[in-house]
């Protein structure tokens, strides 16, 4: 269900704006999309990246509505990158705030020219 909700806003910021953004213009116009509806969520969520308990660093999760953790990307195909990227996200928020989280790539694509 939520994976469907967000789906449902990213199309209308898509038709709405078109293609051509940068990334944050699409994550900040689907924030807006979100809290018109009405829709919980938290955007840019530092995620804590834990070694043998201790914190060395911190990532930053684009996007979180309930359980899942939304990477946005704006390009023509997301690089591998992102995949590895939004798995360490959902294991580490995960362990640190003990919510089974699940991870989806949310890409805003941009043609070719």
């Known amino acids: 269900m939520t994976l469907q909700l967000v789906l449902q806003h990213a199309n209308k910021v898509m038709r709405d704006l078109g293609a051509g953004h940068r990334e944050g213009i ?4 689907l924030v ?3 809290n018109q509806a009405g829709v919980a969520h938290r ?3 530092d995620i804590p990246i834990m ?3 201790q914190c060395v660093g911190h990532g930053r999760a ?3 509505v309930d359980d ?5 990307k704006a390009v023509f195909r997301p690089p591998k990158e992102a995949l590895g990227q939004i798995q360490k996200y959902v294991v580490n928020l995960s362990a640190v705030e003990r919510v089974n989280y699940k991870g989806v790539i949310l890409n805003f694509c941009q043609a070719l020219s």
Do not use: Q, T
Request: glycine share 4%.
């Open 43 to 45: 955007y840019e969520v």
């Open 32 to 34: 807006v999309s979100l």
């Open 68 to 72: 899942m953790i939304v990477e946005i």
């Open 51 to 53: 070694y043998l308990g």
């Open 26 to 29: 699409y994550a900040k116009a």
């Open 62 to 64: 684009d996007l979180i």
